[in-house]
């Protein structure tokens, strides 16, 4: 007997979110993760909120509603509280409950200056490597490191001369332009930059990561300029933030075959495990007893590895072109990308917590 169609809404629904999420979805995983960390920042959070007042938007909903955004790739602020609205799953994750209202698009856009302020990103970064680490999930003496492009919202039409105000941008092709003669209008902290001669100039930002090689997590990561320098400069700095006294290794590209990385290397305790230049890039400055050891040959397997880190950040939490401009406002949410991911990595590896 085929039953009637009918749309009569009742007046009264019972339901408990907390049943509508399935026992083996992967949220319900990374959830404990997510809320140990949140809670090793409560301090940090406490600091940039004033003691009385009106009360806020919990922080910790934020941050959770900005690690779904990354976790499925959502592609605005406005599509995020849109989700939030209806679906249960992103409800429940976030800690709202079925009759909560939802904030306003623009209260990430008020909230985000005081997160930067307050370095939030670094701290919870910071936590979720305690977290492996205390897991026994991180590597203390063997390393990766490399860096990648994050294009910027800036167009070519907006570098311009500086301090040109008449220039407007239209008539740049077959003309020379340079960092030093020119800036973004939109966006003063991009730089022109091309990483190898195949591919175009582009304007963007450099990001860096320090990936152990146990478990291919993040042990560190920055942001810089592009200024063609920054790479090695800042890949050395991260190095020598490795605790410790004992002897490291790092795995790395031919980009950083060069005589002054290496030294810079051997002074920090570090063996270069860096893939070689050939006799037309000039050759090696690695000796033959470093590339003949086993290890380097481990180094090298294992410090491809980062490229899915970079690939999961710009395929997946579509950060292959940031959504925000300036320096500070880019490295935020690649800091945090970064926590996401090691997030990520350590309920794959099914580590627990209480």
Not at 41 to 49: G, K, P, Q
Not at 81 to 91: A, G, I, P, S, T
Not at 138 to 150: A, K, P
Not at 297 to 317: H, L, T
Request: glycine letters at 8%; aromatic letters at 8%; one cysteine or more.
């Amino acid at each position: 007997m085929r039953s009637s169609d009918l749309q009569q809404r009742a007046m009264l629904y019972h339901f408990n979110d907390e049943e509508m999420v399935p026992t083996d979805h992967p949220l319900r995983r990374l959830l404990p993760l997510v809320n140990e960390a949140l809670r090793g920042i409560s301090r940090d959070l406490d600091a940039i909120y004033a003691a009385d007042g009106r009360k806020s938007i919990p922080p910790e909903r934020l941050l959770r509603a900005l690690l779904l955004q990354a976790l499925y790739g959502i592609r605005s602020e406005r599509l995020l509280v849109e989700q939030l609205h209806y679906n249960f799953l992103f409800r429940w994750f976030v800690g709202l409950g079925p009759d909560d209202p939802v904030w306003h698009p623009t209260s990430f856009t008020k909230n985000r200056d005081r997160l930067i302020a307050g370095e939030i990103a670094k701290a919870f970064f910071r936590r979720v490597v305690e977290i492996a680490q205390r897991q026994g999930l991180m590597s203390d003496e063997h390393f990766s490191v490399d860096g990648t492009l994050i294009e910027a919202v800036a167009s070519h039409k907006s570098f311009r001369p500086k301090g040109d105000s008449n220039d407007d941008g239209e008539h740049f092709h077959g003309s020379r332009r340079s960092n030093e003669t020119h800036q973004s209008v939109t966006d003063s902290d991009a730089r022109l930059y091309r990483k190898s001669k195949a591919q175009p100039a582009q304007l963007a930002y450099m990001g860096h990561v320090l990936m152990e090689n146990r478990n291919a997590l993040i042990a560190d990561v920055a942001l810089t300029l592009a200024t063609g320098f920054a790479e090695r400069e800042t890949a050395l700095g991260m190095i020598a933030g490795v605790r410790g006294n004992h002897r490291i290794t790092i795995g790395a590209d031919r980009g950083y075959d060069v005589a002054s990385f290496v030294a810079g290397m051997r002074e920090l305790r570090a063996t270069p495990h860096i893939a070689t230049n050939d006799a037309r890039c000039g050759g090696s400055r690695l000796d033959g007893r470093t590339v003949r050891h086993p290890s380097y040959a481990v180094s090298q397997f294992k410090r491809k590895s980062i490229e899915k880190i970079f690939g999961w950040m710009k395929a997946f939490a579509g950060y292959r072109k940031t959504r925000h401009r300036g320096r500070r406002r880019v490295g935020w949410q690649f800091t945090f990308l970064a926590a996401t991911y090691n997030l990520m990595r350590i309920r794959n590896l099914g580590a627990v917590t209480a």
